[in-house]
């Protein structure tokens, strides 16, 4: 079992659409929970990041962690053809080894 | 404020060959963490450099080695390069205290032949 899991996709949808993107992971451990959005050809742009537990909002987007279940989410409310991209989930535990473990991505089109 | 920056954008390089890769990290981190990804993978972490030491490693054999200067920037070496190597190999820099939260380059493309 891979240690994060993330449905490659690909997810298409109508712009104004409320997109869902989830990962679950194994590890315990793991207290940092981050998203990046992938362009294509691109680095990685760090969107959000949660601390343990909990929701976080940011504008249209929100991001969701549940330890109990080992479940992560990522809304995307009122999307736009611009938030067409892959999306990356990643998690680190804190303290001692601060690498990140990265699930695959979905890629999301969302067409005008 | 500069964000990390990384040259070259693209190599091309042949079986066997020795590539160097460069890093700049973000004004105010000291930190650098190399990442490789493969097409339609995520990030997979090869090393983590922090005060011009290496201070994690990934599952990466030893013809990956890398050196952190006195100006935090970081180089990502490879010998003997095999066809395999070719990737995305992307730097991400990250502050002393929250080296957690970490902001990525735009990579280099790097093709073995």
């Known amino acids: 079992q891979k240690e994060v899991e993330q449905d490659p996709g690909p997810l298409s949808v109508p712009e104004g659409a409320i997109v869902s993107l989830n990962c679950t992971y194994s590890n315990s451990a793991f207290q940092y929970f981050m998203w990046y959005r992938q362009y294509s050809r691109k680095g990685p742009e760090l969107l959000m990041y949660t601390y343990s537990s909990g929701n976080k909002e940011d504008g249209r987007f929100t991001a969701q962690v549940d330890k109990s279940s080992k479940y992560i989410s990522l809304f995307i409310r009122d999307s736009q053809p611009s938030d067409s991209a892959t999306y990356l989930c990643a998690m680190s535990v804190q303290g001692g080894s601060e690498k990140l473990v990265f699930g695959k991505g979905t890629k999301l089109t969302v067409n005008p | 404020d500069a964000g990390v920056t990384q040259s070259p954008t693209h190599l091309i390089k042949t079986r066997g060959q020795q590539v160097t890769l460069r890093c700049s990290p973000k004004?105010?981190?000291?930190?650098v963490s190399w990442y490789q990804q493969a097409l339609g993978q995520g990030p997979q972490f090869i090393f983590q450099y922090y005060e011009e030491e290496e201070r994690q490693r990934g599952n990466f054999p030893d013809r990956f080695s890398g050196h952190q200067f006195p100006n935090y920037s970081s180089e990502l070496n490879v010998n003997a390069l095999l066809l395999g190597d070719s990737a995305l190999y992307l730097c991400?820099?990250?502050?002393?205290?929250?080296?957690?939260?970490?902001?990525f380059g735009a990579g280099t493309r790097l093709s073995v032949l």
């Open positions: 004004s105010g981190h000291d930190t």
């Open positions: 991400a820099s990250s502050s002393g205290t929250t080296k957690n939260i970490q902001y």
